[in-house]
């Protein structure tokens, strides 16, 4: 922990602005407060970086590298200052130079550089590895333009480039002596030297990948790891091209192109797998990267490569850095000459595998040609590997082609990268216990049976500093003053507040404190949106991707449907409820899109109609990323956690909002299943198909969309106020929405749960009403939440996959 007194932060901040700035403090912009803020607590953080890097190098401790295409930090400033432990002290010194710290941080951009769920994720075991101590590094790219700028113009989305490095970023370092080569395309020469076989690449395309590295600050425990990010660059400089012929200018300006296009932008694609080739060499490039300097760093403090497995752990996050699996083979094999069996023993016991998604669209596949045009060595590896794994298929089930087609590496003219990871790694884990179920039993049976040792369950989890010590800051110390603080090292010590279920004092707090968290959001919406919102109605909230198999359709269908009981009934007694929603959709994703238009229709309509007004509001928040989650959470009174049950890996906002006192409305999908088992039926409102319906309907097929519609008046009115012009002057607009969920049979059984749901959300209604009761839901929600803290999953992937960390047991 950094301590460090008022007056002396004071000293080095003014010190600090005049350096950077050239002018007095108050001369200056918040913009070069916060420049100069950033820049300061970088310094701080610099000595304990290099302290730590030395420690680490000294006592040899595991390392473990997580490899992700995505890290979705957010903003670094708070969470840097808090994790310090000197954001109060810094707080109080700014305020008596007459800054504000909140305006500072408030003015720092998102680093989003993912899309959803697997790059928060990522970010959360980040701070959850420094907190606990465990070495752990993150190994990415830095895109240039994060995830696109989302804005709502006239009912629709509209992308923008997420500028995210516009005004600089204080955070990194770039380190251009640590730079690594990266080669793609050429050819492959082999030849017997000395009687081995050697590979030789030639003609090869080569790009230097630059690492930038980012600080990841250790709760009060002077531990800083670090997050490295790859950016691409031509391997000739600027000054070189000046000297080429014309044509060979050309060519290198074409080159330089092709090559910075590599780190340039994010794909926008959730759940959803397209075979650019840009893409896979997205993942080749940061993936060599990564494991060069991994094996360099190696071999400088370590040396012995047989003892690699021991020392390093490497996880790959989903199958994109699945080719961490060839490269090292690569490495092993032709630059430090082990053979195929030593180099295979190394590789497969250093690296692990976390499965995020059984969504058919989602599973990697890279057509043959492109794959082998793109990286020789590299393909030349994986057919070797997958010529060793049907051998051993054949001793097992000899005869039996079809099986060991549908599970060899290669087949079908593609290289199929979720079976690579399982093959090459000794751990393959699902983000929940549905989940991880459903990869043994359904999706991944073969390979289940074939290795059942390395499947295992790793359920997700959130950081509880920033979802909840930075994010609700009054609800924390509500639990300091009732529980103790011991809960911020040892979440699951939150338990102590279920004690409080029945203290009337704890509940008023409880009501007040959400209320003026209500109240911070209302502003919010007032100023993005130019919406007025009533903070006593229920802030009910839908923010996620969007997707169809999240279901953000039900969700509009039963704002529709409550909207025609109000008008038929306008004194139907309910109590009023704000409908919010953020979330992004795939530019691509044409289904998506419109349902963002479906709800920004219904806000249109129903929020202009004064027969309803005062009981219902629907706001459509634009840009939804972190910070703004940060806002939304503590808010948030229902938490609507709806998807088609099996087909939410494991969902991490669930858990968000549960640690911040909200009520969740769910299916027994991913984690929802393990939430009610914490809070018990009686905190949480289920409905919906089991996970034994849904696949019962796939596999037999007999479900029918027309019979539901039309055995149910509500929906066959809402269906018809769909195309019939009732929210938009343009009849068709909603006609996809209409055609999937009845002429193409409603994939995600939207209509097959729409009574149920409606059932569930009267239940919330009553529970509402009753303040009492609401409140003792949501004391135990927030009581039995620590579980959910990402450091018990951490502790979990140490102990049960890295085989590292031993350290977080001392602290
Ligand atoms: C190839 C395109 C692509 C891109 C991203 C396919 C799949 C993905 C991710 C796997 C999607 C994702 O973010 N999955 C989410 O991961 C979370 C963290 O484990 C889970 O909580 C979510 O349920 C899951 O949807």
Redesign the pocket.
Known sequence: MLTISKDRFKRDYIQKFIELHGKDLDEGTNLNKYEALGSLIRDYVSRMWIETNKRYNREKEKQVYYFS??FLLGRLLGNSLLNLGIRDVCKKALKELGVELEDLENLEQDQGLG???????AACFLDSMASLKIPGNGCGIRYKYGFFEQKIIEGSQVESPDKWLREGNVWEIKKTDKAEVVKFGGEIKTEYIGGRLTFTHVNYEPVLAVPHDTPIVGFENEVINTLRLWSAEPVVNEFDFSSFSRGEFLKAIEYKNSVEAISQVL?P??????GKIL?LKQQYFFVSAGIQSIIRHYKKHLGDLCLLNEKIAIHIN???PTLAIPELMRILLDEEGLSWEDAWRITTNSVSY?N??I?QE?L?KWPIDMFKKLLPRIFMIVEEINERFTKELWSKYEGQWDKISQMAIVGDGYVRMAHLAIVGSHSVNG??KL?TEILKNQQMSDFYYMYPRKFNNKT?GITHRRWLIKANPKLTSLLNETIGESWIKHPTDMEKFERFKNDSFVKESLFKIKNENKQKLAKIIKDNQGIVVDTNSIFDVQVK?IHAYKRQTLNALRIMDLYNKLLENPSLDIAPRTFIFAGKAAPAYYLAKKTIELITALADKINNDPRVSDKMKIVFMENYRVSLAEDIVPATEVSEQISTTTK?????SNMKFMMNGAITIATLD??NVEIRDEVGDDNIVIFGLTEREVLEYYRHGKYSAWDTRNGDERLIKITDQLVNGFYHDEKDRFRIIYENLLNYNDEFFVLKDFASYIEAQEKVDKLYKNKEKWQEMSCVNIAHSGIFSSDRTIKEYATGIWGSGYLYKNL
């Open positions: 295409m995505e899309n959803g769920g697997l790059g928060r994720l794909y694609d959730d759940s959803f797998y397209e893409r989903d199958t994109h976390t995020h998604t969504l989602a990697e983000v929940a989940h997700n991707r939410e890996a494991s969902g991490t991913g984690a």
